[in-house]
């Protein structure tokens, strides 16, 4: 579909980017570093590039290159499990929305309407603080508790998102000459979904999951600054979380994890731009 | 005569929304893990509980509580805030938080499309040159940046660093005007700075496709001046698309005005939500997410009417679609 090396200079280092946070999400543990609650006590709130901690550390001792390696991890976990699950639910309501109409289209459309009648964030919000309320106040949520109810909260926000954009695709591909073929042909509905419509829906579809990514790893950053996301520096957003209690004395803290992730944000918008545009060419060529 | 059925259909689906909503958000409450009772009442016992759980209707099943609820909600009585001295009223907060949020987003929205009409034109006049490229990338690495590490950032630089502006409060305008907008510049920026991005590069899109047109060359071979065409011929068409798109942004900006706004402690409707979750004032959550649905929802119908007066031909496509 799209050769790395027809890319524009700028885009091929957002792919770049990309790929290096994967490895990072994927082998970051493997890397030969302490873990990142380990603790350099003769080292607090370093600068960075100082020998040995090149990002520096914070006022508690933490290597913020470590940090950021596990805040990565957290992060894009999130995004792409929020983003993937969200894609699939949403693609499949759409789909089913706009190919069987009727009732079922009146039902589903209604259900995108209502969720998108409260802002992204706000029911991102309060989704999470209801799910992850604990009985006792004093007992600390446990943090695996905490990323499934921050994931299932995001895929909930994202699935009237992308499932309107999958049924507005489908309208338009399911009222071409070569749908109607293949139905007045005798192919089962089923197998006209899997055939034509899915594979033309899909690009699409992939474009807006790399904007969504985006959005996410933003939303969860915003929840963990309010206090209802990863705590403790666990991600990116709890590294900010976290820098914000000293932005005076040592800034760097909170530079770190946003320039991770700006980058990382500026490399998803990029390549869903970039793919969007390569369908916009290909539809004004039919 | 078709118009006005229309409208009537758009408006009666809007409701439909809106109450379903708003019967999701009371939905909510009820499937806290925790009993309402016991965190309003820690030390009560339990027919002190129950009165309670009476009292709001929490004993009556999802359908009576919402019913409950709704009636309150339509008579101006949003529940109240439980402390352990006593109760105040959700009403009397938001009667207070909300000019402030209002004011943070008119703001904010007045100083983003102040900004990107007239970088929008010039990249559009402009396009392909130096001062479009430079425009377009630089705003293209803002737009991805979000609204609270722009905030965050501002605090170290102009907060702490040189302490030319308060980092945290409000100021109302009997306060001091300056005052008022010294809180207010920081906040604003950092809501603004990614909507700007967002502006210019839709309306620098839309105003070259416009400039394509034959009516531009027309203009242009009459001898028009070209900061004639660019404004009256060009800008017009083009500013239903930016005004529509800042009526839509809105959403993205109430989410994001709660983060700021615990940022930078405005005490807005933002700052209250944060605050009801951190004190676990469930009913209170869920009355100021029904305020802003029914806000947002409220602002889309005015922005598809409005849009529908200014320009004839989005009616015609909505009627159509």
Not at chain 2, 295 to 319: C, H, K, W
Request: charged share 15%; aromatic share 10%; glycine share 10%.
């Amino acid at each position: 579909m799209l050769k790395f090396k027809e890319l524009s200079k700028p885009t091929q280092l957002c792919v770049l980017w990309i790929g290096l946070m994967l490895f990072l999400a994927v082998f970051g543990s493997f890397l030969p570093f302490e873990h990142w609650t380990f603790v350099y006590e003769d080292d607090l709130g370093v600068t960075p590039f100082s020998p040995g901690h090149i990002l520096g550390t914070d006022n508690n001792g933490y290597d913020l290159l470590t940090s950021a390696i596990a805040g990565t991890r957290m992060s894009i976990f999130i995004a792409i499990t929020a983003v993937g699950l969200g894609g699939l639910i949403g693609s499949a309501l759409g789909i089913t929305a706009a190919f069987v109409r009727g009732k079922v289209d009146l039902v589903l459309s209604t259900a995108f309407n209502v969720g998108l009648a409260i802002p992204n964030l706000v029911l991102a919000l309060a989704l999470v603080s209801v799910l992850a309320s604990n009985v006792d106040m004093t007992v600390v949520v446990p943090i695996w508790r905490r990323v499934m109810v921050l994931i299932i909260s995001l895929t909930i926000v994202l699935i009237p998102i992308l499932g309107r954009i999958a049924r507005g695709a489908t309208l338009t591909w399911s009222g071409r000459e070569f749908v109607t073929a293949a139905r007045s042909m005798g192919m089962r509905d089923s197998q006209i979904i899997k055939k034509h419509i899915v594979p033309n829906v899909l690009p699409a579809l992939i474009a807006v999951a790399f904007l969504a990514i985006g959005v996410v790893i933003i939303a969860e950053a915003s929840l963990s600054l309010l206090g209802v996301g990863i705590p403790d520096g666990g991600s990116w957003g709890g590294m900010i979380a976290r820098g914000r209690n000293d932005l005076e004395y040592s800034p760097h803290v909170l530079y770190i994890p946003v320039i991770f992730l700006a980058i990382t944000v500026v490399s998803t918008n990029q390549i869903g731009e970039v793919l969007r545009n390569k369908l916009d060419g290909r539809e004004a060529k039919v | 005569m078709q118009k006005l059925s229309f409208w009537l259909q758009r408006v009666s689906q809007l409701l439909v929304v809106l109450l379903l909503v708003t019967f999701g958000v009371s939905l909510l409450i009820r499937i806290i893990p925790v009993d309402l009772a016991t965190i309003v009442m820690p030390v009560a016992d339990e027919t002190q509980r129950a009165a309670f759980r009476a009292s709001i209707g929490l004993d009556k099943g999802p359908i009576g509580y919402y019913l409950q609820w709704l009636g309150n909600f339509v008579h101006g009585d949003l529940g109240n805030i439980y402390y352990s001295g006593g109760t105040e009223t959700v009403s009397g907060h938001l009667i207070k938080a909300m000019p402030r949020s209002l004011l943070l987003m008119s703001y904010t929205q007045i100083f983003a499309l102040g900004v990107a009409i007239p970088l929008g034109v010039l990249s559009a006049y402009r396009a392909g040159r130096r001062a479009d490229r430079v425009i377009s990338n630089t705003l293209f690495i803002f737009s991805s940046i979000p609204g609270f590490a722009i905030g965050l950032i501002l605090i170290i630089i102009v907060g702490t660093k040189f302490e030319w502006l308060p980092t945290l409060g409000y100021a109302t305008f009997s306060e001091g005007i300056w005052e008022h907008f010294k809180h207010m510049i920081m906040p604003v920026l950092s809501l603004s700075l990614g909507l700007i991005a967002q502006y210019t590069r839709l309306l620098r899109a839309d105003m070259i496709a416009s400039l394509r047109e034959d009516y531009v060359t027309m203009a242009m071979s009459k001898g028009l001046s070209d900061r004639r065409i660019l404004w009256r011929h060009v800008f017009r068409p083009s500013s239903v698309t930016l005004f529509t798109s800042a009526a839509l942004s809105m959403g993205g900006l109430i989410g994001g005005a709660i983060v700021i706004e615990s940022i930078f402690a405005t005490y807005g409707v933002g700052f209250e939500i944060f605050a009801a979750i951190g004190g676990r004032q469930y009913i209170m959550l869920q009355s100021c997410v029904a305020v802003i649905a029914l806000f947002y929802v409220f602002f889309n119908l005015v922005v598809d009417i409005g849009s529908g007066f200014v320009d004839p031909r989005t009616r015609d496509r909505r009627a159509n679609a």
